[in-house]
């Protein structure tokens, strides 16, 4: 639940192609607001690490293919995640919706939830800058940080500066990684922002800018 009172909302999701930093904005916001960060990548990865059938099935479709994951897949996770927050607590789906389908879908299992989305925010970028801050962005292995090389480590072979980890790439960072999700991107979620768009929800905000930048601008919108 927001504990300020000048908000009202408690449900927002967070839309934006690879490398807007999306991700860390929802994290901002579920941290300001003591909100359920629902991170669908996150979670995803998380199963692909499994040795079980739906474990290597999201592999190849993350790593390989590097498409979305079908929508029996999506709704199990989903429902899941969904299910177990408390009623009393706000949510901040990060990375899903991503097609018409999952819209419809988030939308009535909110319902069953008593929730509905009350704002939709897409974090924008371009795809050349895009591709530069991922060449950029590193992963600690153990305990799941993020970190920018060059910023916060020096070299890859440096362990996680906060749980000496080791740090990788995400397997999907790459050039033809990043062009090939922001393919996706444009043919299957841009439709549900212009879909957002026409019912009002929806507040653009520049990704390209600084983390801290973007978060104010977030702020500011919320408070209107
Ligand atoms: P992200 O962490 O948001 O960059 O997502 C990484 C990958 O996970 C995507 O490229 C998809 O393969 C998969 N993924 C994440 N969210 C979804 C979703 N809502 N529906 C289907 N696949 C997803």
Same mark, same amino acid.
């Given at each position: 639940?927001?504990?300020?009172?000048?908000?009202?909302?408690?449900?927002?999701?967070?839309?934006?192609?690879?490398?807007?930093?999306?991700?860390?904005?929802?994290?901002?916001? =579920?941290?300001?607001?003591?909100?359920?960060?629902?991170?669908?990548?996150?979670?995803?990865?998380?199963?692909?690490?499994?040795?079980?059938?739906?474990?290597?099935?999201?592999?190849?479709?993350?790593?390989?293919?590097?498409?979305?994951?079908?929508?029996?897949?999506?709704?199990?996770?989903?429902?899941?995640?969904?299910?177990?927050?408390?009623?009393?607590?706000?949510?901040?789906?990060?990375?899903?919706?991503?097609?018409?389908?999952?819209?419809?879908?988030?939308?009535?299992?909110?319902?069953?939830?008593?929730?509905?989305?009350?704002?939709?925010?897409?974090?924008?970028?371009?795809?050349?800058? =895009?591709?530069?801050?991922?060449?950029?962005?590193?992963?600690?292995?153990?305990?799941? =940080?993020?970190?920018?090389?060059?910023?916060?480590?020096?070299?890859?072979?440096?362990?996680?500066?906060?749980?000496?980890?080791?740090?990788?790439?995400?397997?999907?960072?790459?050039?033809?990684?990043?062009?090939?999700?922001?393919?996706?991107?444009?043919?299957?979620? =841009?439709?549900?922002?212009?879909?957002?768009?026409?019912?009002?929800?929806?507040?653009?905000?520049?990704?390209?800018?600084?983390?801290?930048?973007?978060?104010?601008?977030?702020?500011?919108?919320?408070?209107?």
């Amino acid at each position: 639940m927001f504990r300020n009172s000048k908000f009202e909302i408690v449900n927002i999701v967070i839309i934006g192609p690879a490398g807007s930093g999306k991700g860390t904005q929802a994290e901002k916001l =579920a941290k300001k607001f003591d909100l359920v960060h629902v991170d669908m990548g996150k979670t995803l990865r998380q199963v692909a690490k499994q040795d079980t059938q739906l474990g290597k099935r999201i592999r190849e479709i993350i790593y390989v293919k590097k498409e979305l994951v079908p929508m029996d897949i999506a709704k199990q996770v989903l429902h899941l995640n969904l299910g177990s927050i408390p009623r009393e607590q706000g949510l901040v789906l990060d990375g899903v919706p991503r097609n018409e389908e999952q819209r419809q879908y988030i939308e009535e299992a909110l319902l069953e939830f008593g929730r509905k989305v009350d704002q939709v925010f897409f974090v924008g970028i371009s795809e050349e800058k =895009a591709i530069k801050r991922i060449s950029r962005r590193v992963v600690c292995d153990k305990c799941k =940080a993020g970190f920018i090389l060059g910023r916060d480590i020096e070299n890859l072979t440096d362990p996680c500066p906060l749980c000496e980890g080791k740090i990788i790439r995400r397997a999907d960072d790459t050039e033809e990684g990043v062009k090939k999700r922001f393919g996706v991107f444009r043919q299957e979620t =841009a439709p549900i922002i212009e879909e957002y768009r026409r019912r009002g929800l929806l507040f653009e905000i520049d990704g390209e800018k600084e983390i801290e930048e973007v978060f104010q601008e977030i702020l500011k919108k919320l408070e209107k």
